[in-house]
């Protein structure tokens, strides 16, 4: 299994954004979160902050095909998962796991990472806590079938 993580140029930011909408597509028909789903963001919001210095976008490559993409938020000695998707057809295969570890290996100087995830869904869940990432006792009900948990990891 090859695993690559690639700076997601200002280039291809239109792809970017399209890719992102087809990731959380899934998500958006299962909770029907219209309002802040990646899946409904316009592109002039998409632009904003992927153009904003403190952000770096990444494609998840498997194999030499784009299976997914990461941005994250770099602040002092912290990062902050903003978005991570795995496409639907390359999931259960460990490249999410393996995308993350690369990521914290770009930034090994940064001691806090943080993100949320939705917490109905337990393979994110088990996933980021395999990663040694833990709740932080923050949560955000989004509805009656939707709640977003908070979650950081110190090194």
């Not at 095909?65 to 639907?88: H, P, Q, T, W």
Request: proline letters at 1%; charged letters at 30%; aromatic letters at 14%.
């Amino acid at each position: 299994m090859h695993v690559q993580l690639v700076k997601i140029k200002k280039s291809e930011i239109v792809s970017a954004w399209l890719f992102q909408r087809k990731g959380f597509k899934e998500t958006l028909k299962k909770y029907g979160d219209y309002k802040t789903s990646p899946a409904t963001e316009g592109f002039v919001h998409f632009s904003r902050h992927f153009l904003n210095r403190n952000f770096t976008a990444y494609w998840v490559f498997y194999n030499q095909n784009k299976a997914g993409m990461l941005e994250v938020a770099e602040k002092d000695d912290s990062i902050r998962i903003a978005r991570f998707c795995i496409l639907k057809k390359y999931r259960n295969r460990r490249i999410g796991q393996t995308a993350l570890l690369i990521l914290e290996n770009h930034y090994p100087d940064k001691k806090q990472w943080s993100l949320d995830t939705i917490f109905e869904e337990k393979n994110n869940l088990h996933l980021y806590e395999k990663l040694g990432y833990r709740e932080c006792g923050v949560r955000k009900s989004v509805h009656d079938k939707m709640t977003m948990v908070f979650y950081e990891k110190i090194k």
